[in-house]
């Protein structure tokens, strides 16, 4: 008979779980010597004046934060090492290095802009010679958010993935490697070998902006003053400084509203509204057919013909343009559920 004697777990295994989340690697609250790259693109300048200032009294990072931040860390060199396996088989052969590097930009030590990009992408010679062409940066999601991401201009769902093309192309110009596209390298989590390679070309008039938010700072810094409050709800309840910076998250609904001239938003919220006003007109219609149709019944009403199919346990209803007796079925030009 085995003897399970010696097999006795000392402890839980829910404080095993609990002890192992604990042992991230821990952010010590400190007040940041310099302006981050991979943050100049937040959506708060207040936010970063107060890293700079009163960082030390910030909300301590949760331990599951802190592990999802060095859970990145840990796999970008595996990511790098797998890249690297595919580029030397291209032609031209090329390679990522494998460690970080900090650019030396002047501009970025006048501005005390901090800057590390993960790794370059190097195309190798037929003489073995090796140019470096694109700045890399490697970025880590869940299979959810990693389904939801094509063009770096879905980066813009999440407010954290929003700075990604921001850090990037800080890199490339520390780097001197605007001619070339930046490799924003998004990774699956859960399977490394899963990946999107954005590619983002250098916007100068973005990166103009961001220098001179940098600037901004130091002004900030220096001067003991802070930028006024954002108050935008669901980025300031996540804040680390929302204690100290108390920002109004309820509008004024008696407030006078700020006029702002600006054609091209003006457009789109003209066309924003137009489109809800049509949204709205088809839901209630909807509503109003689904009482006078019988699901499953063909008809052509005014020349328009009603055709159905099953849907799961209920019907769809489609309408087509056009129609006339004995014609098939229709392209669709709306679509009901019964």
Known sequence: MLNYEFCESPFSTEALEGAIQDSAPTWTLE???????????????????YRRTIG????????????LLSTGKLLAPIVIDTLNRF??????AWRMLEQERRPHDP????????CQVDSIRHVVSAEGRERPCNVVEIKTSDSNIFSRIHTPDDLCLWPWAAKYSDQLMLGMLGCELVTHPGWLVMVNKGNLYDMKILEIPFDYQRAEQLLRRAERIERHVRGGTIPERINWPSI???CEFVH???PVLEGDPDAMPE??????????????????EARDAHERIGRELKGRLVPGQRLMVGGVLVDWRRHGKGWRMSVGGEAKEGDGPPGEAGDLGF
């Open 31 to 49: 007040v940041a010597k310099s302006n981050h790259a991979s943050t100049l693109g937040d959506a708060c300048e207040r936010r970063l004046v």
């Open 56 to 67: 030390d009294q910030a909300v301590p990072m949760v331990a599951y934060t802190r592990g």
């Open 87 to 92: 580029g030397q088989k291209q032609s031209p």
């Open 107 to 114: 501009q970025f030590v006048k501005l005390n802009i901090g």
């Open 236 to 238: 300031c309840e996540k």
């Open 244 to 246: 100290l910076c108390n």
């Open 259 to 276: 006029r702002l001239d600006d054609e091209e938003l003006a457009a789109m919220l003209a066309t924003f509204r137009e489109t809800q």
